[in-house]
């Protein structure tokens, strides 16, 4: 019995890059047969600080040495305390963010899901309006704001209470979401509620790397101040240093209600999730909302020494923006020379994504670059932008070589 014969056919990267991996360390990652390969997957952006972080892994390694708490529901243990007061200190203190604290379960989309019934409680009302090419996870009420139809068609069932707009540039920026959303609260006629929630991602990753102007953000959180619309941000992919600053929305000088963290959070690729809302949301009886495993002690260790190790100052952000705009440059040249092939160069920070005019080159060039040793995924709404997240922590030659082979997989898979 092989792999192929027992795991179901759900399965999709394992398609896309068919070896056994069995080692990683830093940015690369090395396959059975012994040949090592450039990550620029990362995890989907759950490893942010790279594979096997060693400063993360000693504290790991000591804190199961010791026969820590491994696994704790909502108790209270050492390693809980610790991580939460290294987050206040390290991230919310510095920026002013009162936020109150909440464990929903280890996924993003547990965020997600805690995030919107929660501002249904706290308002009393059912609709959240999200944004065409979102992707805010796989449970129900995820996918009832997420914008992709193949991942929505998966439910097997409506998925309602929601009212879409267009993201910030959507149909080439014709159509304003935000003029749209206005005028329809202020007329009693429109047949829309006034709505419970806005979610939104700062850069939209799975569909294709969008990111939002900071002009843009700031006027949809002054909208949904006005009218009395909670804002959540969705900073499962983007934060933890993705786009520069720990949180994404700090370039736009905006302060969600709430915000929804994961994927990097632990920063060894462990699972851990928050949900952060203003103290006047709090609304929760105790145990309303629930997980088993949202006490994951071993995350909350390597989380602690990630805020420690790359968030006691703000040399990493700093990099990352700078790193940006080396990758911009790049990118742009490597379009200039294919323009036949290649349509638009997205990101911000270290998420980019190359935006091909046909899917089908964008599938080519990804397959390219593993044959090459490179791994780098698809997104968007046809699968059409090969899309870029390598570590923050890669070397400025690790960069290079990446961008090196993605330029050889482009010109050979006109």
């Not at 398609?15 to 396959?31: D, H, I, K, L, Y």
């Not at 990550?39 to 942010?48: E, M, P, V, Y």
Request: charged share 25%; hydrophobic share 40%; glycine share 10%.
């Amino acid at each position: 019995m092989t792999v192929t014969t027992i795991e179901s056919e759900v399965r999709s990267y394992s398609r896309n890059w068919p070896v056994v991996f069995e080692q990683a360390r830093g940015s690369r990652m090395t396959s059975r047969d012994g040949r090592v390969y450039l990550d620029f997957f990362a995890g989907a952006s759950a490893l942010n600080y790279g594979h096997n972080p060693p400063v993360l892994k000693r504290a790991l390694i000591d804190y199961l040495e010791r026969d820590g708490v491994t696994h704790s529901l909502d108790m209270l243990t050492g390693a809980k305390e610790k991580f939460l007061a290294e987050f206040s200190a390290r991230l919310l203190v510095p920026r002013g963010l009162e936020y109150r604290v909440q464990f929903p379960g280890p996924t993003g989309t547990n965020s997600v899901e805690a995030a919107l019934k929660l501002a249904r409680k706290v308002t009393g009302r059912e609709t959240v309006v999200a944004f065409t090419g979102a992707f805010h996870g796989m449970s129900l009420g995820s996918l009832a704001v997420t914008g992709n139809a193949a991942k929505r068609a998966g439910a097997g069932l409506p998925l309602g209470h929601t009212w879409r707009l267009p993201y910030d540039g959507f149909g080439d920026g014709q159509v304003s979401g935000l003029k749209l959303l206005d005028s329809m609260v202020e007329d009693s006629s429109s047949g829309m509620d006034l709505p419970a929630a806005v979610i939104v991602e700062t850069v939209q990753g799975e569909g294709g790397v969008n990111p939002a102007g900071h002009t843009w953000l700031a006027d949809l959180a002054e909208l949904c101040r006005r009218r009395g619309i909670l804002l959540i941000v969705d900073d499962i992919q983007m934060a933890c240093g993705r786009t520069g600053p720990f949180f994404s929305f700090e370039a736009a000088g905006i302060t969600p209600d709430i915000v929804c963290l994961s994927k990097s959070l632990s920063g060894y690729g462990l699972p851990l999730a928050l949900t952060l809302f203003r103290p006047e949301l709090d609304v929760w009886e105790p145990g309303e909302h629930n997980g088993t495993f949202r006490g994951n002690n071993p995350a909350f260790v390597t989380a602690t020494a990630a805020l420690r190790e790359y968030w006691s100052d703000d040399l990493l952000a700093k990099q990352t923006e700078q790193r940006g705009l080396i990758v911009r440059e790049r990118l742009t040249a490597l379009a200039r020379r294919h323009p036949v092939r290649v349509a638009q160069v997205r990101g911000r920070g270290l998420v980019w994504g190359l935006a091909f005019r046909e899917p089908e080159a964008a599938r080519r060039t990804a397959d390219a670059a593993f044959a090459r040793g490179l791994l780098v995924e698809t997104s968007g709404s046809r699968d059409e932008v090969v899309k870029l997240l390598p570590p923050l922590t890669s070397t400025d030659d690790e960069l290079a070589e990446g961008l090196d082979l993605l330029d050889e997989a482009v010109a050979v898979s006109g």
